[in-house]
C-alpha cells in the first residue's frame, strides 16, 4: 500500500507542478496586461477578474477529458497568432488550469479562494484566512511593480519569494500545520503593517501571509465549510471590489484586508486553543 501511494504520489507531482506554474502565471500574466491597457477599469483588476470568472465557468462544465487537449491547442495558436488581446490565451489558460488541477488532485475552491464561509469552527478560521488573503495578495502583484520601485525592493526578488514562501511549505513542510501554526504565522503577517508603517510594511505583511498561504494549502487548503450562494462568481465580484478600492484608497485598500484577515486568523487560533479538533476531511485538496 505504501509503494502504490509513493507511486501515486511522484506520478501526480507533475500535473500538480503544472497546476502550481499555469495558476501563478494567470495572476501575474492577466494581471500585469489589465494594469497595463486597462489602468482605471477597476484598478486595472478586471482582466484577473475575467480570468477568475473563465476559470468557474470552465469547472462548471464539469470533468472533460479533453480539456486539456483544448487548452493547449488554444494556448498554442493564441501564441502562433501574436494575438495582442489576451482573451484567446485567458480562455486557454482556464481550460489547460482546470484540467492540471484536476490531474492533480485540486479541488474547486483551491482555485477560487473566497468561495466558501469560514464555518462554525474556529479551528478551521486560520487555514480559511489563510487561504482567503491568497486572493488579494495575487492580485496585488501587478501593482507591487510601482511600489517596489518607490521604496527600493527588487520587483524579481519580491516575485521569487512570494512563490518560494507559497511552495515550499506546500511540498516540504514536516506534517499538517495546526490552527496556531497558521493563526501565528497569519498575525505576524498583520503585525508588519504597525512594525513597518507605509509600503514597506505592505510587503512584509504580503511575504509573511504568503507564507501562510503555503501552509493553509499543506494543511488542506480551506476547511469543508459551508459553499456560499454565488460562490463561482464570487471570488471575480471580489477582485473588482479590491480594484475599485485601490482606485479610491491606494495602497491602504490592500492593508486593510491583510490586518482584517490576519484578525480572523488569529481570533480562531485563540478560540480553538486547548480544544480537541474532530478530524476533518477537506473538500478542496485530495489528502496526499
Same mark, same amino acid.
Given at each position: 500500500?505504501?509503494?502504490?501511494?509513493?507511486?501515486?504520489?511522484?506520478?501526480?507531482?507533475?500535473?500538480?507542478?503544472?497546476?502550481?506554474? @499555469?495558476?501563478?502565471?494567470?495572476?501575474?500574466?492577466?494581471?500585469?496586461?489589465?494594469m497595463?491597457?486597462?489602468?482605471?477599469?477597476?484598478?486595472?483588476l478586471?482582466a484577473?477578474?475575467?480570468?477568475?470568472?473563465?476559470?468557474?465557468?470552465?469547472?462548471?462544465?464539469?470533468?472533460?477529458?479533453?480539456?486539456?487537449?483544448?487548452?493547449?491547442?488554444?494556448?498554442?495558436?493564441?501564441?502562433?497568432?501574436?494575438?495582442?488581446?489576451?482573451?484567446?490565451?485567458?480562455?486557454?489558460?482556464?481550460?489547460?488550469?482546470?484540467?492540471?488541477?484536476?490531474?492533480?488532485?485540486?479541488?474547486?475552491?483551491?482555485?477560487?479562494?473566497?468561495?466558501?464561509?469560514?464555518?462554525?469552527?474556529?479551528?478551521?478560521?486560520?487555514?480559511w484566512?489563510?487561504?482567503?488573503?491568497?486572493l488579494?495578495?495575487?492580485?496585488? @502583484?501587478?501593482?507591487?511593480?510601482?511600489?517596489?520601485?518607490?521604496?527600493?525592493?527588487?520587483?524579481?526578488?519580491?516575485?521569487?519569494?512570494?512563490?518560494?514562501?507559497?511552495?515550499?511549505?506546500?511540498?516540504?513542510?514536516?506534517?499538517?500545520?495546526?490552527?496556531?501554526?497558521?493563526?501565528?504565522?497569519?498575525v505576524?503577517?498583520?503585525?508588519?503593517?504597525?512594525?513597518?508603517?507605509?509600503?514597506?510594511?505592505?510587503?512584509?505583511?504580503?511575504?509573511?501571509q504568503a507564507?501562510?498561504?503555503?501552509?493553509?494549502?499543506?494543511?488542506?487548503?480551506?476547511?469543508?465549510?459551508?459553499r456560499?450562494?454565488?460562490?463561482?462568481?464570487?471570488?471575480?465580484?471580489s477582485?473588482?471590489? @479590491?480594484?475599485?478600492?485601490?482606485?479610491?484608497?491606494?495602497?491602504?485598500?490592500?492593508?486593510?484586508?491583510?490586518?482584517?484577515?490576519?484578525?480572523?486568523?488569529?481570533?480562531?487560533?485563540?478560540l480553538?486553543?486547548?480544544?480537541?479538533?474532530?478530524?476533518?476531511?477537506?473538500?478542496?485538496?485530495?489528502?496526499?
Open positions: 500500500m505504501r509503494a502504490q501511494a509513493a507511486i501515486a504520489s511522484m506520478a501526480t507531482r507533475p500535473s500538480e507542478l503544472a497546476a502550481w506554474t @499555469l495558476w501563478l502565471g494567470g495572476w501575474l500574466g492577466f494581471g500585469a496586461w489589465g497595463q491597457h486597462w489602468p482605471l477599469a477597476a484598478g486595472g478586471a484577473l477578474a475575467l480570468w477568475l470568472a473563465a476559470i468557474a465557468g470552465v469547472q462548471a462544465l464539469g470533468p472533460r477529458r479533453h480539456l486539456t487537449a483544448l487548452g493547449l491547442v488554444l494556448a498554442g495558436a493564441a501564441w502562433a497568432l501574436g494575438l495582442p488581446s489576451p482573451w484567446p490565451a485567458l480562455l486557454a489558460a482556464a481550460l489547460a488550469l482546470v484540467a492540471a488541477a484536476r490531474a492533480a488532485g485540486w479541488r474547486r475552491c483551491a482555485l477560487l479562494p473566497l468561495s466558501r464561509a469560514p464555518g462554525r469552527d474556529p479551528a478551521g478560521w486560520p487555514r484566512a489563510a487561504a482567503a488573503v491568497m488579494p495578495m495575487m492580485a496585488g @502583484l501587478p501593482a507591487m511593480a510601482s511600489w517596489c520601485s518607490s521604496v527600493g525592493w527588487p520587483l524579481p526578488v519580491m516575485l521569487a519569494l512570494h512563490v518560494a514562501l507559497m511552495l515550499l511549505p506546500a511540498w516540504a513542510w514536516p506534517g499538517r500545520p495546526g490552527p496556531a501554526v497558521v493563526g501565528a504565522t497569519m505576524a503577517g498583520a503585525a508588519m503593517l504597525l512594525l513597518w508603517p507605509g509600503l514597506g510594511g505592505l510587503m512584509a505583511a504580503s511575504l509573511v507564507l501562510a498561504c503555503g501552509l493553509a494549502w499543506r494543511a488542506a487548503a480551506t476547511p469543508p465549510g459551508r456560499l450562494a454565488g460562490a463561482t462568481v464570487l471570488p471575480a465580484l477582485v473588482l471590489a @479590491l480594484g475599485m478600492a485601490l482606485v479610491w484608497q491606494g495602497p491602504s485598500a490592500l492593508m486593510v484586508v491583510h490586518a482584517a484577515l490576519g484578525a480572523v486568523a488569529g481570533a480562531g487560533a485563540l480553538s486553543a486547548g480544544r480537541r479538533r474532530p478530524a476533518t476531511r477537506s473538500d478542496c485538496v485530495r489528502p496526499r
